[in-house]
C-alpha cells in the first residue's frame, strides 16, 4: 500500500471516529434512564433484536447507554448500565488517535500496513469479546 493510500484510509478512519463521537454527544438518555433521545426531542426505538423478540435481556444489552454516558463523562452511570461502555469509549479514543497518528507519519507507517490491519482487527475483537464477557446475562 503507498503512503498515499494508507494516509487517506487512516484520514477515513479517522473521520469515522470523529463522527461517532459527535453523534454520542448528540444522544442523551431519558430521565428515566430507559431509552436514548436525540437532539432532546425524538425518542430512538430499541434496537437489540433480542430484547425486541424474547424480552429478555443479551450480553450487549445496556451498551449504547453505557456508551452515550461514558461520553458525556458520567463513568459511575455508565458503569451501572453496562461495565464495556467505558472499555468501548477507550477503544473509539485509541483509534482516533492512532488514526491521527497514522495520518501524520503514514510516509514511516505506511510499510507496516498489513500489520496495521492485523493488531487494529485484532484488538477490536478482543474489546468486543470482553464487552460480551462483561455484558449482563
Same mark, same amino acid.
Given at each position: 500500500m503507498t503512503s498515499r493510500h494508507y494516509r487517506l484510509v487512516n484520514l477515513f478512519a479517522a473521520a469515522g471516529v470523529v463522527a461517532v463521537m459527535v453523534a454520542l454527544s448528540l444522544v442523551h438518555l431519558t430521565p428515566d434512564e430507559g431509552g436514548l433521545v436525540l437532539f432532546g426531542k425524538w425518542s430512538i426505538p430499541e434496537l437489540c433484536l433480542v430484547k425486541r423478540t424474547t424480552g429478555r435481556t443479551c450480553p450487549s444489552?445496556?451498551?449504547?447507554?453505557?456508551? #452515550?454516558?461514558?461520553?458525556?463523562?458520567?463513568?459511575?452511570?455508565?458503569?451501572?448500565?453496562?461495565?464495556?461502555?467505558?472499555?468501548?469509549?477507550?477503544?473509539?479514543?485509541?483509534?482516533?488517535?492512532?488514526?491521527? #497518528?497514522? #495520518?501524520?507519519?503514514?510516509?514511516?507507517?505506511?510499510?507496516?500496513?498489513?500489520?496495521?490491519?492485523?493488531?487494529?482487527?485484532?484488538?477490536?475483537?478482543?474489546?468486543?469479546?470482553? #464487552?460480551v464477557y462483561l455484558g449482563n446475562w
Open positions: 444489552c445496556g451498551i449504547g447507554r453505557s456508551l #452515550v454516558l461514558a461520553a458525556h463523562g458520567l463513568a459511575k452511570q455508565s458503569l451501572q448500565h453496562h461495565t464495556g461502555g467505558m472499555l468501548m469509549l477507550a477503544w473509539l479514543l485509541a483509534q482516533g488517535l492512532w488514526r491521527l #497518528v497514522a #495520518v501524520l507519519f503514514a510516509r514511516r507507517l505506511a510499510k507496516w500496513a498489513a500489520a496495521d490491519l492485523f493488531a487494529n482487527a485484532g484488538l477490536m475483537l478482543a474489546v468486543f469479546s470482553a #464487552v
